[in-house]
Every structure is written in structure tokens, then in C-alpha cells.
């Protein structure tokens, strides 16, 4: 969590945090799990990252992935997007499984993800960044790619409208070195949006943003969620954002799953407030 001065009282029921909104958000009706993580361990040499850790993640929710730092959120996150082959257990999207495909057979399933830091291109434009999320940048980069004139059309119409989303047409032909940080963020997360995925993997989007931004951030995602009927998986050190935005919260903790339940049931499990607090709190 954010800090100990975001914390209630252990003993209260009162929510740890919160995060200012236009409207109450509405949580969709999970349906079916979408996304299974089972018994799954990583080891880098002697270093447990992940410890037997199960989970699921069902169609049209937002769950939360949260825990202190080095719990093990982006070892999970990079375990589902394939660039980290777990030393055991299972991973399977919608019934497939991916520990069986390379990375780059993972975002055509309808997987796609931002990272904790930004992996722009500085000298492209920012709908050239946009683009790229669809395998297709500047017309070289296209024709390098295979990739003809008409296809490359029809991806700078869905980067446009990804832009268009997040407010971002205005920046569109800017190169993306010198823009606002907060703006760079939106700009990651249309690169995700542009290959329609299904589930949408959050890597600490909120980091670096003021107060204001995280309080459109919470509206932008439940945003995706309503309106493009997204499932999404966020690793989030910002409570305030989490609590406001997840149906559901998963905590890790050196490398274990040491909770799950809803926002109210997680802010009031003691194995939780010591991890964050220190058991003398």
C-alpha cells in the first residue's frame, strides 16, 4: 500500500483509502474464468520469486494484483505474457495453454499488457508509438514488416480511434520525446488497446501520475471495462486506485498468495495490514 498514513485504524472497518470519482462505478458480473494460474513457482538460482501461487481471473472483471515490493506481481505478470517460463505449475487463457507458445504468440490470443516502465520510441510520433502496438509503425517499418499500404491504413485508423479514447488526438503527431509523463502513460496504454485484447494486463499504470491524473486513470479503466467489455489484471502499488476500480483483489508476499477476496475483505485481513505495516503495527 501507498504509505502507512493511507491506512485506517487496523481495528476499523473504514476503507484504508480512497480515490475520488464522477459516478460510482458498477462492477460487471464476472463470468467465466478467463485466465488460470495454477501451482505456479519460479526460481532464479536460490531466489524464490513465486511460491505455489493459484489464481484465476474471470471474463469482464477487474482484479487486482497487489503487495509489497519483490511479492512477486511482475514475475506473474511476465509468466502470463511469456517472457518468463515458470519453473512449475500451469498458465492457460481460456482454456489454452500458453506456457506452450513463445511470447510472441501470446498478444494475437487477445493478451496484451503495459510494463512499469515505458518502453516508447522517443524520435516516433506519438500515433507512430500507437501504431506499433498492431505491428505496424512508419511505412518503411510497414514495408519491412510485409506489411501493404491498405493494412497500413487500417491500422492508422485504429490507432486514431485508440487516441481518440484517451484524449490523446491532439498530441498525435508529436514526437513522444518531451511530452508530460501522465501523457506518455495514456499513450502506452492505447499501444495496448490497438490489438482489441481480451485481457488486459496493468503493470503499476498509476506510477509517476499526480492525484488528479490517478482520479482520471480510475475512470479511464473502468471506462475500457465498460465499454469495451475488457477483463484486466492490475499490479498496483496506489490503494486508492485499486480499491476504487477492482471487484476483486489477489495479495502477494514474498512470493506467496497470502489473501483474496473484494476490497473490504482484503483491507481487514491482518496476514494483509502486517505485510504492509509490519506485524508491531
Known amino acids: 500500500m501507498s504509505s502507512a498514513a493511507d491506512a485506517a485504524d487496523p481495528g476499523s472497518s473504514a476503507p484504508i483509502v480512497t480515490c ?3 459516478r460510482p462505478h458498477i462492477p460487471a458480473t464476472p463470468g467465466r474464468e478467463l485466465l488460470a494460474v495454477a501451482n505456479v513457482a519460479i526460481r532464479f538460482g536460490g531466489i524464490v520469486a513465486l511460491d505455489d501461487v493459484s489464481m484465476g481471473v474471470r471474463q469482464g472483471e477487474i482484479c487486482g494484483l497487489i503487495g509489497p515490493n519483490g ?31 513463445p511470447p510472441h504468440e501470446v498478444p494475437p490470443l487477445g493478451i496484451t499488457r503495459t510494463f512499469q516502465n515505458l518502453g516508447l520510441f522517443p524520435s516516433l510520433t506519438v500515433r507512430e ?20 499500404r491498405r493494412r497500413e491504413r487500417a491500422v492508422r485508423g485504429q490507432a486514431d480511434e485508440a ?24 499513450v502506452e496504454l492505447a499501444r495496448a488497446l490497438i490489438a482489441r485484447p481480451r485481457l488486459l494486463l496493468l503493470d503499476e499504470p498509476a506510477g509517476g501520475l499526480s492525484h488528479g491524473e490517478v482520479d482520471q486513470l480510475a475512470q479511464l479503466i473502468t471506462g475500457l471495462q465498460d465499454d469495451l467489455a475488457l477483463t484486466i489484471l492490475l499490479v498496483e502499488h496506489h490503494m486508492g486506485l485499486v480499491m476504487s476500480v477492482c471487484g476483486r483483489i489477489v495479495v ?29 503495527a
Open 163 to 186: 487516441l481518440e479514447r484517451l484524449e490523446l488526438t491532439s498530441v498525435a503527431d508529436h514526437e513522444a520525446r518531451g511530452l508530460p509523463f501522465g501523457t506518455l502513460k495514456r
Open 252 to 280: 502477494l508476499d514474498f512470493g506467496r498468495k497470502i489473501a483474496e477476496g473484494t476490497p473490504g475483505e482484503v483491507q481487514r485481513n491482518q496476514a494483509v495490514i502486517e505485510a504492509y505495516l509490519g506485524a508491531a
Open 20 to 22: 475520488a470519482r464522477s
Open 71 to 101: 511479492a512477486g506481481k511482475t514475475s506473474l505478470f511476465n509468466c502470463v505474457s511469456r517472457l518468463y517460463s515458470p519453473t512449475s505449475g500451469s498458465v492457460t487463457f481460456d482454456g489454452r495453454d500458453l506456457l506452450a507458445l
Open 129 to 148: 508509438n500507437v501504431m506499433l502496438g498492431s505491428g505496424c509503425g512508419r511505412s518503411f517499418a510497414a514495408a519491412a514488416l510485409g506489411i501493404g
